[in-house]
């Protein structure tokens, strides 16, 4: 599975906030709940309360709550808080989210074929799973089926290869 190394994530949302506070809490709330771009342009003032954010997530997948992570909790409440009640906190289209994660991963020199928003969920997934355990990552992506989740666990040919050279010099 294609993802970022934490390292780029870093590098693109300094990209985003660079340009814009609304393009970095976007594309930071995608990563730290594992959203869907139609998840995160669909958030309103109502899916976050009380330190908390609810999504309905979609394409069969169950709705979750999570604690908001540090990094986003004063921005989203802060935004949430002038929104009215219902009011989407990012009023944009899935397909413009879509160039501005291209657009702010090209300036972050990350290959074009990494951005795309679902690459935020991509990467969480698969910077978690093994500490976090595949229950935990299925459980908190929403996922249904453990299968769904299982994908985060396969490794390319330089992945295994890297890790069995590292264990033997270990």
């Known amino acids: 599975m294609k993802s970022l190394s934490k390292e780029q994530l870093a590098s693109l ?22 959203l869907r771009a139609s998840e995160v342009v669909t958030l309103t003032s109502a899916n976050i309360r009380d330190g908390f954010i609810t999504v309905k997530r979609l394409k069969g997948s169950r709705s979750t ?39 702010h991963g090209k300036a972050a020199g990350i290959p074009k074929h990494l951005c795309h928003p679902h690459i935020a969920k991509h990467s969480i997934a698969m910077h978690s799973i093994h500490q976090a355990g595949i229950e935990n990552v299925r459980t908190f992506l929403g996922h249904v089926s453990i299968a769904s989740t299982g994908c985060y666990l396969k490794v390319d040919d330089d992945a295994a290869s890297a890790a069995i050279c590292a264990a033997i010099l270990a």
Request: net charge positive; aromatic share 12%; proline share 2%.
């Open 65 to 103: 709550t999570h604690r908001l992570f540090e990094s986003e909790r004063d921005a989203l409440t802060r935004l949430a808080a002038e929104k009215a009640t219902g009011e989407r906190l990012f009023p944009i289209t899935r397909q413009h989210f879509w160039y501005l994660v291209q657009k």
């Open 13 to 34: 949302l300094n990209a985003a906030r660079a340009h814009s506070e609304r393009d970095w809490l976007m594309i930071l709330v995608a990563y730290n709940h594992g």
